[in-house]
Every structure is written in structure tokens, then in C-alpha cells.
């Protein structure tokens, strides 16, 4: 089983910035995938950005630029620098890892993001 702690979340302005870190824990196999999904009050948890072993990195199209995912290989953490964040940004980010060998996903219990005047 892996455990994650997330932090960074919290209460922003529009147009304001936030990152949001990650460390997994719990597991000797390595993680090949690693990043971030989230889920806004009465919609479905989608995905944000993911950055696995061999470099390829997947972004939602809402992000258009606006965030950057990285990694720490070694010490199993991800994070996600969010700029010019906007209200519809507002939602619960979870962090994600897929682990290689049983090819199974895991998430985090997630950080609260919140963007309002």
C-alpha cells in the first residue's frame, strides 16, 4: 500500500500562485508514473498533470501553460507549480502514482486548492 503526504494547498487569489508537493511512501517497487488529478464539488476527478519515468509528460488542456509538473525520482515526490490560478482552478488535488511491476494506481487523500478574491 502507499501512503502519500500532500501539502501546498490553500486559499489564493486569482491570479495568484501555489505548489503543491508530494512524497510517496510505503513501497519498495518504483513508482513510474507520478502527478496530479483533481476533483471540483459535483464534478469528476480528472486529470492534471503527469510526468512518468521516461520523460513523457501529460497535461490537461485547462492548464494551457499555466502549470508545471517534476519529479524527484529518488526521493519519490512530485510536485506541481501553479501560476495565474482562476477560480474554476478551486478543487481538491490529489496526488497519483502508478507503480511499475503490478502496473496498479494509487491516490493521495488530497489538499484543498481554493482560488476567490
Known amino acids: 500500500q502507499v501512503q502519500f503526504a500532500e501539502s501546498g494547498g490553500g486559499l489564493v487569489q486569482p491570479g495568484g500562485s501555489l505548489t503543491l508537493s508530494c512524497a510517496a511512501s510505503g513501497t519498495t517497487l518504483s513508482i513510474y508514473t507520478m502527478g496530479w488529478y483533481r476533483q471540483a464539488p459535483g464534478k469528476q476527478r480528472e486529470l492534471v498533470a503527469t510526468?512518468?519515468?521516461?520523460?513523457?509528460?501529460i497535461y490537461a488542456g485547462f492548464v494551457k501553460g499555466r502549470f508545471i509538473v517534476s519529479r524527484d525520482h529518488r526521493k519519490k515526490e512530485a510536485y506541481l507549480q501553479m501560476n495565474n490560478l482562476a477560480p474554476e482552478d478551486t478543487a481538491v488535488y490529489f496526488c497519483?502514482?502508478?507503480?511499475?511491476?503490478?502496473?496498479?494506481?494509487?491516490w493521495g487523500q488530497g489538499t484543498q486548492v481554493t482560488v476567490s478574491p
Open positions: 510526468l512518468a519515468n521516461d520523460g513523457e509528460t
Open positions: 497519483y502514482a502508478r507503480l511499475e511491476t503490478i502496473w496498479r494506481d494509487y
